[in-house]
T-cell receptor
Framework: SAVISQKPSRDICQRGTSLTIQCQVD?????MFWYRQQPGQSLTLIAT?????????ESGFVIDKFPISRPNLTFSTLTVSNMSPEDSSIYLC??????????FGSGTRLTVV | GQQLNQSPQSMFIQEGEDVSMNCTSS?????WLWYKQDPGEGPVLLIA?????ELTSNGRLTAQFGITRKDSFLNISASIPSDVGIYFC???????????FGKGTLLTVNP
């Protein structure tokens, strides 16, 4: 199955700044997704990263706050913009390929101070 | 929208005991997935179920896809300390491959 490298694995950021998280897959995948996992909570889908076009966002998430890029079939980035302490969460990249199913990265643990 | 109700929320058991957790939904799912998440890691797939009534095992883990397609359970037999973690059920919504997750079951195993 696909292997996902996600970085950084963790970061502590000042409020008002932005952080870009990178997700690299070792093979071409059909779908890539970004999830947020708030402390003690389950995973919530932020958006579907579409190759070569704008991401598709779930209700409650907007492009200005969480811009996403997917320039090719193996790479995507998520930016958390103008951060506040409420953005402190684990952010997870996921890939889906019909032959492999779903794979998750190890996550980026973000703390905003 | 489709929601998954997972229970119990947490479990504290002794090493060697069996564990059971389940997920239910008001909507039909065509696939049920069970994941385990260790601290500081992303979820790792344990078992995938694709057919109503399907019973699948992976070592000491057994999961079943309910016949109504609205529920699934995961059993762990003879638990060991490394079974500690959070277990999630999940299923794709419709045909767009987006996963909905249950709220998770936190398992603690006392040696």
């Amino acid at each position: 199955s696909a292997v996902i490298s996600q970085k950084p694995s963790r970061d502590i950021c000042q409020r008002g700044t932005s952080l870009t998280i990178q997700c690299q897959v070792d093979s071409q995948v059909t779908m890539m997704f970004w999830y947020r996992q708030q402390p003690g909570q389950s995973l919530t889908l932020i958006a579907t990263a579409n190759q070569g076009s704008e991401a598709t966002y779930e209700s409650g998430f907007v492009i200005d706050k969480f811009p996403i890029s997917r320039p090719n079939l193996t790479f995507s980035t998520l930016t958390v913009s103008n951060m506040s302490p409420e953005d402190s969460s684990i952010y997870l990249c996921s890939a889906y390929e019909p032959t492999d199913g779903y794979t998750f990265g190890s996550g980026t643990r973000l703390t905003v101070v | 929208g489709q929601q998954l109700n997972q229970s119990p929320q947490s479990m504290f058991i002794q090493e060697g005991e069996d564990v059971s957790m389940n997920c239910t939904s008001s909507s039909i799912f065509n696939t049920w997935l069970w994941y385990k998440q260790d601290p500081g890691e992303g979820p790792v797939l344990l078992i995938a179920l694709y057919k109503a009534g399907e019973l699948t095992s992976n070592g000491r883990l057994t999961a079943q896809f309910g016949i109504t397609r609205k529920d699934s359970f995961l059993n762990i037999s003879a638990s060991i300390p490394s079974d500690v973690g959070i277990y999630f059920c999940a299923g794709p919504r419709g045909s767009n491959y987006k996963l909905t997750f249950g709220k998770g079951t936190l398992l603690t195993v006392n040696p």
